[in-house]
């Protein structure tokens, strides 16, 4: 490449490593560091590489076949995880449907990486930051096989014409994720005359977790279910998980506890039996692929009724944080909701009241209701910036965020201990912890229960 003496692994290592523990502030020769997202990644291709970004179709190093990626951490109570996905390049429907995997645009750019970390810290400026690590890296067998699987998905919808419903939950390491100015970026696709989304290949901030604990931070790594990757030539993870359960269809929870000699009424009991099932220990939440796919178990209890009665909860949010969010795509919500797949344990009552284990499927939000999703956060971040309206009734405090009868997906309700349980709202009131909610009637109708 014009302009970077850098055309071997060796050297583009070697300076990798000369960079670790300098401040940005004194690497940034151009003032980039200043031009919002993306910046640091520019500071050191630019200031540092000494080359101007190149193109979408090639590596950063084209002699070494190398791409670089500059990559955010940040510490919580749970260790180190990813901020973000890690972006790859631009999805040409109209180019990348007749390729193979091979000569894909994503594997001809980002087969090697040279991956540099550095650690982000809330209210401290980037010029602060510095890089502390650096590594080529280069997909496990392991991996590999399940990324070239996610492509196929990914290249699946394509070639059907339906790249507009291309969603981040379809797949498992790589995804397809939205990549533009606004929600009006769209592209072409070759077999439909319906836009679609501009997308990029990217690997989820879940997967990017876990390569950041193994290979650079080298932690413990977590329990694995497929032994060897070789299993997965015949059919996709999903195939091989619901294979593996299924000789327990039709059996009780209590027979399912005798039999794995599971003594324990937790709330994570189904996760434990799960995980007997599959020969691993603990919780299956915790092995190593759920973790880099970020699948989510969930446990639903369909009545003898046919019903549903509970709704999926998600997590807490805070009322001062949500009312500062203003992008979509940015939300919180959204960047739990749309990358997740998640691993749904249905549970059947019988005549005599208990709940035989009745099947596993593997779920994703279509994106014509992650849009419906979009119109419930939207309502609720502009009745929080204005203030919530608490409305005393003869059995406690109501609001008006939005209900469960206003939207057949989605809706907001309390997710705390009691009504002590509170969060200070934008104005200084205080208020009972909220989160969103995927209705218990939307949920019946995507396991396939009819509700009338």
């Known amino acids: 490449m014009e302009g970077t ?93 007749n390729k193979t995997f091979q000569t894909s645009a994503f594997w001809h750019k980002c087969n090697t990486m040279l991956l540099m970390s550095y650690e982000h810290i809330k209210g401290v400026p980037k010029g602060e930051f510095h890089i502390d690590a650096a590594i080529l890296f280069q997909f496990p067998e392991e991996d590999l096989i399940i990324i070239e699987q996610d492509w196929e998905k990914i290249m699946y919808k394509v070639r059907m014409g339906l790249a507009h419903e291309i969603s981040e939950g379809d797949t498992m390491y790589l995804a397809a994720c939205t990549k533009g100015a606004n929600a009006a970026s769209v592209r072409r696709q070759p077999f439909s005359q319906i836009p679609a989304k501009q997308r990029a290949y990217s690997l989820k901030g879940s997967y990017m977790t876990q390569v950041l604990n193994k290979y650079i931070f080298g932690d413990v790594q977590n329990p694995r279910i497929i032994r060897h990757w070789s299993f997965l030539r015949h059919c996709t993870f999903e195939e091989y998980i619901i294979n593996k359960v299924s000789q327990f269809y039709g059996m009780t929870q209590n027979q399912l506890k005798n039999l794995f000699g599971v003594d324990s009424n937790a709330k994570s009991l189904n996760e434990i039996l799960l995980a007997r099932m599959l020969n691993v220990s603990g919780r299956i939440a915790y092995t190593e692929e759920f973790q880099k796919a970020n699948i989510v178990p969930k446990t639903i209890r369909v009545q003898y009724t046919g019903r549903i009665k509970e709704s999926m909860s998600f997590p807490t949010f805070d009322f001062i944080e949500l009312s500062h969010e203003y992008v979509w795509e940015e939300s919180e919500l959204y960047n739990y909701l749309a990358p997740t797949k998640f691993m749904f344990v249905i549970f059947q009552e019988n005549i005599n009241g208990e709940y035989v284990f009745s099947r596993v499927m593997f779920w994703n939000i279509p994106n014509a209701d992650l849009e419906e999703v979009r119109v419930v956060w939207e309502r609720t971040v502009r009745i929080i910036r204005e203030g919530v309206r608490l409305i005393p009734t003869a059995r406690g405090m109501t609001n008006n965020l939005p209900k469960q009868s206003e939207s057949r997906v989605a809706h907001v309700r309390p997710h705390g201990r009691d009504s002590r349980d509170t969060l200070p709202l934008p104005d200084g009131r205080f208020m009972t912890k909220q989160c969103f909610w995927l209705n218990n009637t939307y949920i019946a109708t995507q396991i396939g229960l009819n509700n009338d």
Request: contains cysteine; negative net charge.
């Open 5 to 97: 003496i850098y055309t071997t692994r060796e050297a583009i290592l070697k300076r990798a490593h000369e960079v670790i523990g300098i401040p940005l502030k004194d690497i940034d020769l151009t003032g980039r560091l200043s031009t919002g997202k993306g910046a640091i990644g520019t500071v050191i291709e630019e200031s540092w590489y000494g080359y101007t970004p190149n193109s979408e179709s090639e590596p950063d190093f084209p002699e070494a076949g190398v791409e670089l990626k500059v990559t955010p951490y940040v510490r919580g109570k749970n260790g180190i995880r990813a901020k973000e996905r890690l972006v790859c390049n631009i999805i040409n429907y109209m180019e990348e449907y």
